[in-house]
């Protein structure tokens, strides 16, 4: 038994060393990113002076290159940080139906193409207690994916209370849809469905991986249910009241 015990000591050792060193390499490599990016914004808002339409188009691209680099930089450290269940996660009140008017309108811009509503249903809490954030971002990035994968037609997004000490958040999209085995490997690191790929062939496949992390440690469930060429559903079952001690 205390050998069991030791190894899983030095298990829990070196995971938590891997992740203070990525923390500190993404720190490093965060600094003089930020700073491209800022001097790229001062160069397109003609700080340096008048550019010309080429050399707009070049920053324009440094500008999403880089923007794009930061969001996989925080994913990867997300999903790292959550598969070793070393993610520091609030546990506040929170409005369900509050949260999700917010990532509905920060997604407003990236609707224009189609309708997206919330469907409030019958019996919805009228508070849960987790990482409002953390649940902030789990809700706009699903999202964005499904508005990705959407070109017409209305993405729903519905909250309901579960039996018991549960709640559930359903989002519904008609886009690209899924096959049986994508739908198998969705949430592993890396993985996109071929449909998905030619509709954003920038993505890098963590988003999906990293979100499945942070909900298995809010004490959460997700699922993925998907038809080719008919759409996605994706439903999120959380506890009430997240767990002090998840995983």
């Not at 999403?64 to 790292?80: K, P, S």
């Not at 997700?222 to 767990?243: A, F, H, K």
Request: aromatic fraction near 6%; charged fraction near 20%; include cysteine.
């Amino acid at each position: 038994m205390s050998g069991h015990k030791e190894s899983d000591s030095l298990e829990g050792h070196f995971q938590a060393s891997q992740i203070a060193f990525l923390r500190q390499m993404a720190h490093e490599m965060r600094s003089p990113l930020n700073s491209v990016i800022a001097t790229t914004d001062m160069l397109l808002g003609g700080a340096y002076g008048e550019i010309l339409p080429r050399q707009r188009i070049a920053s324009e691209r440094i500008m999403r290159n880089g923007e794009r680099l930061l969001r996989l930089m925080d994913n990867a450290m997300t999903f790292i940080r959550a598969s070793a269940n070393g993610l520091l996660l609030k546990n506040t009140q929170i409005n369900p139906v509050d949260l999700l008017q917010h990532c509905l309108d920060q997604q407003l811009a990236a609707a224009s193409k189609t309708t997206l509503c919330t469907v409030i249903q019958r019996g919805p809490p009228s508070a849960v207690w987790g990482d409002p954030d953390y649940l902030g971002w789990i809700v706009t990035g699903l999202l964005s994916n499904a508005l990705i994968a959407s070109d017409q037609g209305e993405t729903q997004l519905s909250l309901q209370a579960d039996s018991g000490d549960r709640w559930i958040i359903v989002l519904t999209d008609p886009g690209v849809g899924m096959t049986p085995e994508e739908v198998s490997q969705v949430g592993e690191p890396f993985f996109r469905g071929r449909a998905f790929r030619r509709l954003h062939p920038r993505g890098c496949g963590l988003t999906a991986a990293a979100i499945k992390q942070v909900i298995r440690m809010m004490g959460g469930i997700i699922r993925w249910e998907s038809t080719p060429d008919q759409g996605t559903t994706v439903t999120l079952n959380l506890p009430l009241v997240m767990p002090e001690y998840p995983g």
